[in-house]
């Protein structure tokens, strides 16, 4: 009897720790945690995908403050609505919407061919097409235009159109509100 539920409860640890094993052992901080877990569709590229991911927990930290939500408010959508109002009504904040990006690496896509474009989204659109050298020359030699970068394309997932303003106005607005 006790040799059978020792077995059970080794198959249920190890089912713990094959669903679970961060909460089952504990190494992870709350804030860690809460933290997007990033992946990036289309042609596999582990140095984009870990670029990708740097820059959205980047950004995702970035959002916690207060002044950085304020970029939300800072814009409107095609509609005249402030992006801060959409992610009102999807019962969202800046951070909690991040994990909603799509992530897709646009090496074969027109855009990618732009030598400035490090990615690229329609308005209201989820999907961000992402450039990976273009992408990750910038997480490596400025991880903050990295992270706002990713805030910049949430803005235009939210509503938010261009020109006016330019791509290079919204990402100063990003960086004056958020940081590098």
């Known amino acids: 009897m006790a040799s059978q539920f020792r077995n059970r409860t080794a198959r249920w640890l190890w089912l713990l720790l094959l669903l679970d094993p961060v909460a089952v052992l504990g190494r992870q901080s ?4 809460a933290l997007p877990h990033t992946s990036v569709l289309g042609r596999r590229d582990p140095r984009l995908i870990e670029a990708v991911g740097k820059a959205v927990r980047k950004a995702s930290l970035k959002l916690q403050g207060a002044e950085c939500n304020r970029i939300f408010s800072d814009f409107r959508d095609g509609s005249g609505r402030t992006l801060q109002q959409n992610l009102q009504d999807r019962g969202e904040t800046g951070q909690s919407f991040l994990p909603w990006l799509i992530f897709y690496n646009g090496d074969s ?3 990618c061919r732009e030598s400035k ?24 030699e400025t991880p903050g235009h990295a992270a706002a970068f990713i805030i910049h394309e949430e803005l235009h997932a939210l509503g938010l159109e261009e020109n006016p303003p330019t791509s290079r106005e919204i990402t100063a607005a990003v960086i004056s ?3 590098q």
């Open 30 to 33: 709350e804030a860690a945690a």
């Open 109 to 111: 896509e027109s855009v």
């Open 117 to 140: 474009t490090a990615a690229a989204t329609n308005p209201g659109a989820r999907m961000v097409h992402v450039c990976p050298s273009q992408f990750i020359q910038a997480q490596l």
């Open 177 to 179: 509100r958020c940081g």
